[in-house]
């Protein structure tokens, strides 16, 4: 019994071990084909992941060939309509020579030929060549660009040392805002003796009619003075009528009617802010509506801009005096390009940006070194401004170090800026100032 009970266990015990064995081998089994399976899945999402890849690659290169494509036929768009534009300016340009042709002596005595032209090839012929010839390519386009720089600053560097030509203006019908007084009364003066036709505007009838009177005395073809507020839009519209029934088609249109406070902001009243922007501003978008279209007509005509360089550096104490000033020069030089671009380009553009001019405007205000920063004198300021007109200037920054302060903003970091400033005294600029209202007191 007790043999058969010790055999009994001894294969109850083997057949637990083959039991083992065999879970172990089942488990075994399972281990790998978990595994295999396991590494299928792997497999497929990495082949998933490749193919997904694979045509975002391919969408990404048909993208970028789609935006090639695009580019090329915006490319070509392009240069078929500046060729068009080329033609019909070509073409326009034909009919306007042919009018100053026909033309006998009328009001319009002044034209593209009395330019100034400097020697040797025309620049628009240059032009035109290498437009004919460059055309379409891009390489040869930008060299074509670089050819133009060239010439364009070699004839600026000519100029620095031969004297400028200067156009005839006899004839001419010349509109002064703001003529009254200061910058616009020696303007007048100046153009007086130059065989014009004078309208003068200002608010101040009493300044308008003394600087009248002087023109009149110094030669002027005609006078005609007219009290006016060009910051109402209706009256600057209900003048210039009067004025084309009265006198004719103004030719020449300086814009230089402006006022300052010399408060600070949070202590300027709104209505002051808006005055200043409406006359400083808002007043050159009326007079070039109300003038322009005749300059247009005949594409002819000189839109001048009395702006300051408060117009090109913000200053502290003047910020809507500023803010119309930029606005001014950003109109001015916006019309100057459409004129351009439109094929208006008998139409010349000046614009102004004169640092302080001792007029009274400014009273009281100070330079801390007048050697690179001078205050101006108004009868100086007048002259460089008749200069700029008669050559067809189309920036007058006075003095020159002007210049040089707007190339340093144009990249220095704000916090150098403002070291140069408070250097320059820009920050001080304003501390003394009295103006011409308090002068009168
Ligand atoms: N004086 C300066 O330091 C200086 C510096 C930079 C720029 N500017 C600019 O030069 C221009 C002439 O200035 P100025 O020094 O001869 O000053 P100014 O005060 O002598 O002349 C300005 C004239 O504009 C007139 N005016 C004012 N408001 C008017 C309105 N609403 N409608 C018509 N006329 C109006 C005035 O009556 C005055 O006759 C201004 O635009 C001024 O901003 C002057």
């Known amino acids: 019994m007790l043999r058969a009970n010790r055999s009994f266990i001894t294969y109850v015990y083997v057949n637990i071990s083959k039991l083992r064995a065999n879970q172990s081998f089942i488990t075994y089994v399972n281990v790998i084909k978990l595994r295999a399976a396991r590494s299928f899945i792997t ?37 078929i309509s500046k060729l068009q534009a080329a033609q019909s300016f070509r073409s326009r340009c034909t009919l ?29 012929l240059l032009h035109q060549v290498t437009i004919l010839v460059f055309n379409m390519n891009f ?35 010349v509109l002064i805002t703001g003529a009254g007084s200061g910058i616009g ?34 030669g002027a073809r005609s ?7 060009c910051s109402d839009r209706a009256e ?29 902001f949070m202590d300027t009243p709104d209505l ?24 247009v007509k005949k594409n002819h005509g000189h839109l ?35 004129l351009i671009a439109t094929g208006s380009d008998g139409i010349k553009t000046t614009i102004v940006c004169p640092y302080f001019v001792n007029t009274g405007m400014f009273d009281g205000c100070s330079t801390k070194w007048p050697r690179f920063l001078p205050i101006l004198e108004p009868e100086y300021a007048a002259k460089r401004i008749t200069n700029a007109i008669l050559t067809d200037q189309t920036y007058l920054f006075m003095p020159r170090s002007i210049n040089f302060l707007i190339f340093l903003k144009s990249f220095m970091p704000f916090k150098e800026v403002v070291i140069l400033g408070m250097y320059f005294g820009a920050f001080n600029f304003m501390d003394a100032f009295k103006g011409r209202q308090k002068k009168a007191d």
């Open 43 to 79: 497999y497929v999402y990495v082949n998933i992941s490749k193919l997904r890849a694979n045509q975002s690659f391919i969408t990404y290169v048909n993208v970028i060939k789609l935006r090639a494509a695009r580019s090329f036929i915006t490319y070509v768009n392009v240069n």
């Open 96 to 124: 306007v020579s042919e009018q100053n042709k026909s033309s006998s002596g009328g009001i319009f005595t002044y034209r593209q030929d009395s330019f100034y032209h400097p020697p040797g090839i025309s620049w628009n």
């Open 139 to 173: 390489l040869l386009e930008s060299l074509h660009v670089l050819v133009m720089s060239l010439y364009c600053f070699l004839e600026a560097f000519v100029k620095i040392f031969l004297p400028v030509g200067k156009k005839s203006i006899a004839g001419e019908t």
């Open 185 to 218: 009364r020696i303007l007048a003066h100046q153009f007086a003796t130059m065989d014009v036709t004078l309208v003068l505007w200002d608010i101040n009838l009493d300044g308008v009619t003394e600087t009248a009177r002087v023109a009149k005395e110094k």
């Open 223 to 229: 006078v005609h003075h007219y009290q006016a507020d």
């Open 236 to 264: 600057v519209y209900r003048l210039a009528e009067k004025v084309k029934q009265e006198v004719g088609d103004v030719t020449i249109l300086i814009n230089n009617a402006g006022i300052v406070h010399g408060k600070k």
């Open 272 to 295: 002051l802010v808006e005055k200043t922007l409406h006359v400083n501003a808002m007043a050159h978008f009326w007079t070039y509506k109300a003038f322009l279209p005749s300059m």
């Open 304 to 338: 001048v801009c009395i702006a300051s360089s408060a117009g090109l550096i913000g200053v502290n104490g003047l910020a809507d005096y500023c803010a119309s000033k930029f606005a001014a020069v950003g109109f001015a030089e916006s019309m100057a390009l459409e």
